[in-house]
């Protein structure tokens, strides 16, 4: 019974193995309550002494329904729920589904909302990028990053938090562009923490980026090859540390991308550590987009003249967008009343979490924490 | 000199108390722990002799170097099973008497020559201190055996390491 | 007075009252260790720490015990009874015995044994068995493994330790604590500056000895393999956390005795005195210091937010004013007790600042994997401490046979050692770089 169970647990519709374990192998089960797995997952490991043989990622234990629900709300009313996926980059999640619906009713917002747009949505990238380096530093025994990066983040939230009241689920946009106006001061206070933050970036690589203990923890491990990473779907900084040049920013230009000029940082070795660097980059990327983009931001209206009741026209829409995670898609499908047909969301932690058996393949216990920590997953959007 | 012969009789009666516990134990982690309690107690038996190197030698060594391999190679082997097992009962008559025998021979050359059982009382200032007189004798008289000692030493080890390696297959 | 006391037992009066204030004062020294610790964690990590027990969480060890000691005892229930309630013990006491060698400036010893150095190694060598057993007594699987991760580490790196301290010992010539502290007063300069080596080396392994990070690894919270500390809690488990704090001060003790002068002033041999006095320039130091930080206090005190932080932190200066005005004072005492009191100063102040370097360690670095740590203690620290001892021999026998000047001849071996050093650090490129490859290949076909 119990060989069984653990058959069904290893085995795959095309390669059914025996799984009967070796003299030395034993099953651990990490989570679903553990301090290094970014939420609820519950992960199995078959180890052979160190190394790890297979492994298992159980998800499901923050399913909610979301898209489900998203069939019984208006389209606006759905708007807040699609900012509880993603919590740690909200306003990512708003973007990709605002524009989606835009889409779908042929719509686009006007140019000063698509600008304050971009602003908020790379200060999200940053903020996102802020936290995964703190919570990955911390799994792997740096005390202090953690601390810093979350200082830097707390600037973003409150900016977050003058513009729309929220520090975390933002719902930060409409469906047609924004509600409010950006306050007084958020040019000057984007600005300053931009300039900021070059100087803040520098701090965190002193105390990381050439430190022997965090290459010896973070170089070769968890390899990733870009062909694996392709033919499993991963998108975002893991597919780019693979080698991958794919950014959605750039490949299909949404919001006011293509009026900016920032680079798309990519590495070769697909280990945890190019996942590092590559993030690490982002973060100063994202700074330069914000910096130009600050620098004159369009007058205008702020809300596309769609109407209060939106009913799309039948069809269906697949709208991506480059969140700080990968590529959040959305799939709507319309059938003309006020409703969605369907929501389906491309959640790219989902995504990306199924590359960890691939990376976590030979790698050793204490390696399996680092390398949960550089696919960087929200179990909200792991499990919708 | 009311100290001194106190706290001999400490670490004699604590040296062979455990001993005698050590070998009644039936779990046996009970039992190397008291091992360790015995090497400890003899380590003071050196320390009153003035034999202060072979009393640090002893701890360092021995009570923490080679009581803890053992101690190691117990916990990893579950002995769980070898616990429950009933000990040599059939032999115990044939042990029984042996061991008499021996006790009674060993009493009778104690009272035979309990006038010669005195030791001479250690100088009250050495002249060299303990641990210069015994580096001067190893590597001066028995440097030759030193030297072999050391050599069994290394090849004990690059033994114990091949052997030891997982074979790849 | 002396007539009262049985001339048997005079000689241990001494030893058994310095004994008595080091068990008590060890504990309480330990809890504000820590809550330095905390302190000193938040300030690094841009935070305030501890601020609610007492003004400036000065209370908090003080709380913190007393949980711990009101603490449910809990033992696992198929736990060895009798192990379970040992090993901590074991752990305490080795780490205590320990002080028995160890002075505390010239005055402060409760033994000055001719072997000294060797019986506080031998002491700290039995301490692995409190893991050992703590681990083993919790009847768990990952208990005993993370015991045995931990006491592997521990046996590692007391060999390179104890190489680093075999190349002090050469130059001292004797293995009796005051001896060696003498030995640096003779010639004229700590051993840490004629065998840096042997201090980065020992520097390192008293980290990994006393499981501080980056090489925590056994005891670490987001680990998988729990450490042998988990079944423990409340009482039991500040007993291991004593023992922890210990032994860091013993290792910082050791230390500062063989390689950063024990209780010798800084620049010891320069007697320049003070025109008409018999005080020496240099001695001025430590109450000018601890003035300092008195005003540095009296200052700080009116910018505290609440008044009794503002009383407490002018209460601090009062203390270092106090201290002060002690050290100036043993200035113009007999010899005796002005060196007394004055090398236990400087003892102390060496010790802190060893420990403070260990805190900015845990959280500068990340943590080693074990394996990586295993790797670093048997194929860096171990061939470069023994070229280190080997190094030390030559110098020795070119300043001896061939006088050469001492500076002169620890020249060329400590450049060889140097060179051994950068030799090994990049002797692990080529594996780590194959095993870069051999894991992209195994990820690549294993489709």
């Known amino acids: ?384 | 000199m009311v100290l001194a012969n106190m706290l001999f009789y400490f670490f004699a009666l604590l040296a062979v108390g455990s001993a005698l516990l050590m070998v009644t134990r039936r779990n046996i982690v009970h039992a190397a722990v008291f091992l360790v309690t015995t090497l400890l107690a003899t380590a003071g038996v050196f320390l009153q002799l003035q034999a202060e190197f072979l009393f640090v030698t002893q701890i360092l060594l021995y009570a923490g170097g080679i009581m803890v391999l053992f101690i190691f190679v117990i916990m990893l082997v579950n002995l769980d099973v070898e616990m429950l097992l009933v000990q040599f009962n059939r032999q115990w008559s044939v042990a029984g008497a042996l061991a008499f025998a021996l006790a009674v021979q060993v009493f009778f050359a104690l009272w035979a020559g309990r006038d010669t059982l005195h030791l001479p009382a250690p100088p009250s200032q050495l002249a060299l201190k303990n641990t210069e007189t015994v580096a001067d004798a190893l590597f001066s008289h028995f440097l030759m055996a030193f030297e072999i000692a050391s050599i069994l030493l290394l090849v004990a080890m690059i033994g114990a390491v091949v052997m030891g390696k997982r074979r790849v297959e | 007075m002396s007539h009262l006391i049985p001339s048997s037992i005079l000689p241990l009066v001494v030893p058994v009252l310095c004994a008595v204030v080091i068990v008590l004062v060890l504990p309480l020294l330990a809890g504000y260790i820590v809550l330095v610790e905390r302190k000193v964690m938040a300030g690094m990590q841009a935070r305030l720490g501890p601020m609610r027990v007492g003004p400036h969480g000065l209370l908090q060890p003080i709380a913190d015990a007393l949980k711990l000691v009101l603490k449910e005892d809990i033992i696992p229930a198929r736990a060895d009874k009798v192990m379970f309630w040992l090993a901590p013990l074991v752990s305490v006491t080795m780490a205590l015995l320990a002080y028995s060698a160890l002075p505390i400036g010239p005055a402060f010893q409760i033994a000055d044994l001719n072997v000294g150095l060797l019986f506080i190694v031998a002491v700290s060598s039995l301490g692995i068995y409190g893991i050992v057993l703590g681990g083993w007594a919790s009847n768990s699987h990952y208990s005993l493994l993370g015991a045995m991760r931990s006491a592997a580490q521990l046996v590692s790196y007391e060999t390179a330790g104890g190489l680093a301290l075999a190349s002090v010992l050469l130059l001292a010539g004797s293995l009796s604590m005051k001896d060696i502290v003498q030995a640096q007063l003779d010639q004229g300069i700590w051993f840490a500056f004629y065998v840096p080596f042997g201090f980065f080396i020992y520097l390192v392994a008293s980290i990994a000895e006393t499981n501080r990070a980056p090489f925590d690894l056994p005891e670490a919270d987001s680990e998988i393999v729990a450490g042998y500390m988990t079944e423990y809690s409340g009482f039991r488990w500040s007993l291991y956390f004593l023992a922890e704090y210990a032994n860091m001060i013993i290792v910082a003790g050791i230390a500062t005795t063989l390689f950063l002068g024990g209780w010798l002033r800084p620049l010891a041999r320069y007697r320049d005195h003070f025109p008409g006095t018999s005080v020496e320039l240099l001695d001025a130091v430590p109450p000018l210091l601890a003035l300092a930080v008195a005003l540095y206090c009296f200052h700080l005190a009116p910018k505290q937010p609440v008044k009794i932080q503002k009383l407490v932190m002018a209460g601090a200066g009062g203390a270092c004013a106090v201290v002060a005005l002690a050290l100036a004072g043993a200035l113009f005492a007999p010899a005796s007790v002005m060196q007394g009191v004055h090398g236990a100063f400087w003892f102390l102040l060496k010790v802190f600042t060893y420990i403070y370097a260990f805190m900015w360690f845990r959280f500068t670095f990340p943590r080693y994997r074990f394996d990586q740590l295993m790797r670093l203690g048997w194929r860096f620290l171990i061939p470069l401490a023994l070229v280190n001892v080997i190094g030390v021999g030559i110098a020795i026998v070119l300043r001896e046979q061939f006088d050469w000047n001492p500076f002169l001849s620890l020249v060329p071996t400590t450049l060889a050692t140097l060179g051994v050093a950068m030799w090994l650090v990049n002797d692990d490129a080529p594996a780590a770089a194959a095993n870069l490859e051999a894991t992209i290949a195994q990820s690549g076909d294993g489709e």
């Open chain 1, 1 to 384: 019974m119990k060989a069984e169970r653990e058959t069904a647990a290893f085995g795959n519709a095309q390669n059914v193995e025996t799984t009967v374990l070796g003299a030395d192998e034993i099953i651990l089960n990490m989570g679903p309550q553990h301090p290094s797995t970014h939420g609820v997952l519950r992960v199995k490991l078959r180890l052979d002494g160190e190394r790890v043989v297979d492994s298992e990622c159980i998800i499901g234990y923050l399913h909610r329904g979301v898209e489900k629900i998203a069939e019984h709300r208006s389209y606006q009313q759905f708007a807040p729920y699609v900012d509880r996926m993603d919590y740690v980059a909200a306003v990512s999640n708003g973007l990709g589904y605002c524009e989606a619906v835009e889409k779908l009713l042929g719509a686009e917002a006007p140019l000063r909302a698509r600008v304050v747009r971009t602003i908020l949505t790379e200060l999200q990238r940053i903020a996102s990028h802020l936290l995964w380096l703190g919570t990955h530093a911390l799994d792997i025994g740096a005390l202090t990053p953690i601390f810093y990066a979350f200082r830097e983040r707390e600037e973003i939230l409150k900016i977050f938090e003058k513009y729309c009241g929220a520090r975390l689920t933002t719902h930060a946009f409409r469906i047609g562009g924004l509600q409010y106006e950006t306050y007084d001061t958020f040019e000057r206070d984007v600005k300053r923490f931009c300039d900021d933050l070059g100087r803040k970036i520098d701090e965190y690589e002193t105390l990381l980026t050439a430190n022997r203990i965090w290459l010896g923890r973070t170089r070769g491990v968890g390899v990733l090859s870009a062909a694996d990473a392709i033919a499993l779907g991963v998108t975002g900084p893991a597919l780019r540390a693979s080698g991958v040049k794919w950014d959605v920013r750039k490949a299909m230009p949404y919001a006011a991308y293509d009026r900016y000029e920032f680079d798309i940082p990519t590495r070769d070795s697909g280990d945890t550590y190019d996942r590092y660097s590559v993030r690490i980059e982002e973060m100063r990327q994202s700074r330069r987009i914000c910096l130009q983009a600050v620098e004159d931001i369009p007058g205008g209206p702020i809300m596309a003249r769609i109407g209060k009741v939106l009913k799309p026209p039948p069809g269906e829409v697949y709208h991506s967008v480059e969140g700080p995670k990968g590529e959040l898609g959305y799939y709507i499908v319309s059938d003309g009343t006020i409703q969605p047909y369907r929501v389906r969301v491309r959640p790219p932690s989902f995504l990306n979490l199924q590359a960890f058996q691939r990376m976590a393949k030979g790698a050793m216990i204490a390696d399996v924490v680092a390398i949960i920590g550089s696919i960087d997953i929200v179990l909200g959007e792991v499990d919708r």
